[in-house]
Structures are given as C-alpha cells and as structure tokens.
C-alpha cells in the first residue's frame, strides 16, 4: 500500500493555482483585446457613416473583396441593363437604364456614368440600338421599335 505524502498535495495545488492564474491573465487580455477590436471597427463605422452622407449612397456589400474575385463593372451594367429591359419589355435608353443601376445599388465610380452606359450598351454586341433605346440582339423586336439609323 501506499504512502501519504502531503508535499504532493502541496506542489499539485501550486501547480494548479499557477495554471488558474495564467488562464485568468489570458481570458484578461482577450478581453482586452477585443475592447481594442470593437473601438476600431466603430471607428470604422463611422468613418462609412460619414462617407455615404458625403456621396448620398451606400455601395454595394462585395465592394469591399479583393479585385480578382470582383465582375467588372462593365459586365454588371451589361448583366442589370437586360435584366431591366427584360422586366420592362421594352427597349430603354441609357438615362432609364443608368437610374435602374443607381437603385439596385450600382457603385458607378466613372467622372459621366451615363456617357459609360450608353458606350458600353453601343460596343455590346448583345444590344441593338433603336430610337427607343437599347434592347437585347438574341431576342425578337419588341411591337413598335424602329431601328436606329446610327448602327448596323
């Protein structure tokens, strides 16, 4: 049988405070550190209150990744221009279109976004021109278009 031996009782329970003691320190300077975090990302906050005051808008919520995982701009006024032509059936104009794509959120960071919408509709060989406006080229003359004189 064995021995009692009270030392070990004596250097378990020192070990054991000493381990309690730096798992508190720890827990304190995670704490502290996410008191550092939660300040700067209400600075954060801040700072993007203040600038959509400035600029009257909010960006969309990708802005924000990385540039090789974003769609070109060009192809996002492509994409929204059918979608809205689509629902309105009716070929649209660069203005209709442009105010389409500022409601849906549309970061158009270009110095004259309509003259951009207008010149990316016109190189697309997606779109035909009428007097109307733009309409999608894969798909039938909507009643009442009359083809511009200005393309194809």
Known sequence: MRSYDPSFETESAEFL????????KSIEDNRRLIEIAEHELQQKENMASEIEK????????????????????????????????????????????????????????VSDPAHFVGKVLWRSDDFISFKEGYWPADLPVPLGASKSDRRK
Request: overall charge positive.
């Open 17 to 24: 405070a000493r381990a309690l003691q730096s798992l508190y």
């Open 54 to 109: 400035l600029i009257g808008s909010k960006p969309p919520r990708d802005a924000g990744k990385d540039n090789a995982s974003r769609i070109p701009l060009y192809s996002v006024v492509l994409q929204k221009a059918r979608e809205y032509m689509l629902k309105k059936a009716k070929p649209l104009n660069r203005r209709e279109i442009l105010s389409y794509l500022l409601s849906e959120g549309v970061a158009l960071d």
